[in-house]
């Protein structure tokens, strides 16, 4: 059977902490759930906001895992829902078991992933690369089977991806997208948590500029 991956977009509200976490700002966000898979046996990466709509893109598949590239709150959503339809395990670096308490507090993640740990599923294997910046346990699972990076928030189109109007650590989020993800084949597509795809070739080009230009001229300008 042929390997696929279908995109999923579902749109809901976040709440940002501020500075010391005395302003919360509530956005309304888009976010992609990526889905692996063939017509037997799926893993969902990033399962967001709505669980029906993913469940549905599911369909009659088995579901073997649900990964998270990070616990902010958009990206882990739906996560025990959708893995509850078929008591799939659920990873997460241990790193943001904190986020993920905030959000799911009477559940726990059933694996903890790590760098060079790897999920097989319809006959491809998904390496679990650890890519701290964003938060500090995100990470990227990269399948070199399918020419692919699922990014989170690590890298998005265009820019590092920022968390609100921030980012947590900028030099640490740079250092993981040039140690870890441009070193991949340049036509690696990256798939993101957010908004469209684009290659690693074509994010490459860019990288000086956001160390030139900093975190707050990406925001400003996102």
Known sequence: MTTR???VVSSGVLVVDGAGNADRAARRVENNTWIVG????????????DAAVVLDAVGGREVLAVVCTHGHADHIGAAVEVAGRHEAPIALHPDDRLEWRGVHPGDEPDIDMADGGSFEVAG?????????GHSR??????????????????????????????????????T?????????????????????????AAEE??????????????????
Do not use: M
């Open 5 to 7: 991956i279908d995109r």
């Open 38 to 49: 063939d017509d037997e046996e799926v893993i969902v990466i990033d399962p967001a906001h």
């Open 124 to 132: 491809v294997r998904l390496e679990v690369l650890h890519t701290p």
């Open 137 to 174: 346990g995100a990470v990227c699972i990269y399948c070199e089977d399918l020419g692919v990076v699922f990014s989170g928030d690590t890298l998005l189109r265009g820019r590092p991806g920022p968390y609100g109007d921030d980012y947590p650590d900028f030099p640490g989020q740079l």
């Open 176 to 200: 993981s997208i040039g140690e870890n993800l441009l070193t991949l084949p340049a036509s690696t597509r990256v798939l993101p948590g957010h908004g469209e795809e684009t290659t690693i």
């Open 205 to 222: 080009k860019l990288f000086d500029s956001w160390v030139a230009s900093g975190p707050d001229a990406l925001v400003t300008n996102a």
